[in-house]
């Protein structure tokens, strides 16, 4: 078989309890305005969790309100920063606390499996609010040397209410970079959940109020992406907007911003990214690597290395070989130990990625392991992979977002680094090599906001992440993502007496 069969045995009943299932303002959760709720799924069976407060634009403007007042009035950004250091210090300890619930609720409301929400993703977010609550204290401007006779000192100052809209692959990650630096800085926050997956960033919100965050600092709207998303994009009292998702929403969050009040947004957005494999790579060693790069998270990754490019010396070894891993990976029930991959997250991605397997048969890849639905229930798929594969066929241009893997043969460091930059995205690259020159080489070539090297997906709390071109505007995470929360205002004095 080319798979396990997911769906022959009954799902594993998850060891948590929905509390949480209402917009959270102003530190109270409350339904939407409308009264309207909306489903979520488990992707397991497309089973119904909970229904969850639908926000719309009425929320939205509530949220906005709260987070306004919280910042204009509010002791948010007038407490010292080694106060706002320490709610997110101990909102940290209260995630610990918590882990198994949090971790639960992740998988169940995703479908990625428990030993990565529990053994990664949890960790990752408590790791997260510890960097930034590091950071709290020590953001400050400089004095500058001016020319005239001017004391010139340069604060670094909070913007004020930041919009943040967070996609479905990564809900407490994406909640981490997101609020962790936004907090940090002294700003309030409106937080849109993605749709699919409300849940986590409810309950964690609710803990980060037990560990003192003042009220209306951090409101979530639960909604959906052209009514809420919009609704939070437009508002003229939002003064920063932080987008994670496809290019194409991106495109429309960027108007709207503009053709409202000129808030300034950062963006993260899609990915094509090549994972390049040099013919003096231990092949057994660098198929892992690859096969992970792709496969992690059930292929839900902005930054999959979704274009395997194999160097021509290595490459019939390396396609048998990974079509051996792909038909060893494990499939089936999250919840379950030993299982490495779940369901994808919804029917839409689920037939969209089965539309581009079609396609890459249609035209001409060779399918070597996988081409399918995995059992007859759920949004399961068959590890994928495709051989053979051209640069210009859409299952190397186009970003799949799912368990499929496309090999390309290349024989040049020239010819590869053309091909692997000839995209409209640059998220991220991976390079596997035992040359310091290709390093090098590949490294600087590549057009790309982060370059794995003998490694991928190392995602820790300092190191930025962003894209080049079209996979987005400004960088995540690290010292790099406090410019995105902070004003710069200079103020000037003369000096009385120059000579001093
Ligand atoms: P995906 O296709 O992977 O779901 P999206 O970019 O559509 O990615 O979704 C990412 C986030 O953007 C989600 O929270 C979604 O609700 C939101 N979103 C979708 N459409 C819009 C929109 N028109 N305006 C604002 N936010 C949106």
Redesign the pocket.
């Known amino acids: 078989a080319a798979a396990a069969s997911p769906t022959t045995e009954e799902p594993i009943q998850p060891a948590v309890e929905i509390k949480h299932t209402q917009l959270l303002i102003n530190g109270n959760f409350v339904d939407a305005a409308s009264g309207k709720t909306f489903p979520t799924l488990d992707p397991r069976t497309g089973e119904v969790i909970a229904r969850v407060a639908e926000g719309d634009s009425e929320d939205i403007d509530r949220a906005v309100a709260a987070a306004r007042k919280a910042f204009d009035e509010g002791p948010w950004p007038r407490m010292t920063a080694y106060e706002r250091c320490r709610v997110l210090l101990r909102f940290a300890d209260l995630i610990e606390r918590h882990a198994d619930e949090i971790a639960a609720l992740e998988t169940w409301d995703n479908g990625k499996t428990l030993a990565q929400s529990a053994g990664a993703e949890v960790p990752m977010l408590a790791r997260c609010m510890r960097y930034y609550a590091g950071w709290a204290d020590k953001i400050h401007g400089l004095v500058v040397p001016a020319d005239g006779a001017h004391h010139v000192q340069v604060l670094h100052e909070p913007v004020g209410v930041a919009g943040q ?5 990564f809900p407490l990650l994406m909640f981490a970079w997101k609020v962790g630096p936004a907090l940090a800085c002294g700003n309030a926050v409106v937080l ?5 997956t409300p849940l986590s960033a409810l309950y964690v919100a609710s803990l980060l109020h037990e560990a003192g965050l003042p009220d209306g600092v951090l409101n979530v709207v639960s909604g ?3 009514t809420a ?2 609704a ?2 437009s508002h003229m009292g939002v003064d920063k907007l932080a ?4 290019t ?3 495109q ?2 960027l108007e ?1 911003a503009a053709r409202s009040n000129l808030k300034p947004v950062t963006l993260e957005l899609g990915g094509k990214s090549p994972f390049i494999v040099m013919d003096d790579a231990d092949v057994d060693q660098a198929v892992e690597l690859a096969h992970h790069a792709v496969f992690f998270n059930q292929g839900q990754c902005c930054c999959a290395g979704s274009r395997t490019f194999v160097h021509e010396r290595v490459y019939d070894e390396f396609v048998e070989k990974s079509k051996a891993r792909a038909q060893k990976r494990v499939v089936g029930d999250p919840f379950r130990n030993g299982v490495e991959q779940g369901p994808q997250i919804d029917e839409e991605q689920f037939k969209k990625i089965l539309r581009y397997v079609q396609s890459g048969v249609d035209s001409g890849a060779t399918l070597v392991a996988g081409g399918d639905r995995a059992g007859s229930r759920g949004f399961y798929i068959q590890p994928t992979v495709f051989a053979d594969a051209k640069d210009e066929m859409k299952i190397a241009r186009e970003e799949i ?1 799912g368990p499929v893997q496309t090999i390309l043969k290349f024989s040049g460091v020239e010819e590869v680094i053309r091909r692997a930059n000839a995209t409209q995205y640059g998220l991220a690259a991976g390079v596997f090599t035992r040359s310091l020159d290709a390093a090098n080489t590949l490294s600087r070539a590549l057009r790309a906001g982060t370059v794995w090297v003998n490694c991928y997906d190392v995602f820790d709390a300092g190191i930025p992440f962003g894209g080049y071109k079209m996979s987005g505007v400004g960088r995540e995470k690290g010292v790099y993502a406090l410019r995105n929360y902070l004003q710069t205002k200079a103020v000037v004095t003369p000096i009385r007496n120059a000579a001093w």
């Open positions: 809209i967070i996609p479905w692959n849109k959940t993605a749709e699919q959906f992406g052209p998303g919009a939070l994009c987008f994670t998702g496809s194409g929403t991106g429309i969050v709207l977002f």
